[in-house]
C-alpha cells in the first residue's frame, strides 16, 4: 500500500503560479512513473504531467510550456510546477503513483483560476 499526500492547491488569478506537491512514504525509485491527473466538474479526469523511473517527462498538449513535473529523490516527493495559469485549468488535481499494473492515487487537492 503506498500513501500519497498532495499540498499546494489553492486560488489564483488568471495568469499566476501554483506549486503543487506529492510526498510518498517510499523511494520513488520504486515506482515505474509518479503524474499528476486533474478532473474538472463534468469532465473526465486526464493525466497531466508524469515522469518515469529514468526521468522522461510528458505533459499534455494543454500545458505543454507552461507547466513542469519534477522529483526530489531525497525527498520522496513529485512536484507540479504550473505557470501562467487559465481558467480552464481548475480542477481537483491528483498524485499517481505506478508499479507495474498498480496505481495508487491521493485524495486530491482543489485548483481554483479566476478571470
Known amino acids: 500500500q503506498v500513501n500519497l499526500v498532495e499540498s499546494g492547491g489553492g486560488s489564483v488569478q488568471s495568469g499566476g503560479s501554483l506549486r503543487l506537491s506529492c510526498g510518498v512514504d517510499r523511494n520513488i525509485f520504486d515506482f515505474n512513473a509518479m503524474g499528476w491527473y486533474r478532473q474538472a466538474p463534468g469532465k473526465q479526469r486526464e493525466l497531466v504531467a508524469s515522469?518515469?523511473?529514468?526521468?522522461?517527462?510528458d505533459y499534455a498538449d494543454s500545458v505543454q510550456g507552461r507547466f513542469s513535473i519534477s522529483r526530489d529523490n531525497a525527498q520522496n516527493t513529485v512536484a507540479l510546477q504550473m505557470n501562467t495559469l487559465k481558467p480552464e485549468a481548475t480542477a481537483i488535481y491528483y498524485c499517481?503513483?505506478?508499479?507495474?499494473?498498480?496505481?495508487?492515487w491521493g485524495t486530491g487537492t482543489q485548483v481554483t483560476v479566476t478571470v
Open positions: 515522469i518515469n523511473v529514468g526521468g522522461r517527462t
Open positions: 499517481i503513483t505506478r508499479i507495474l499494473r498498480s496505481d495508487a
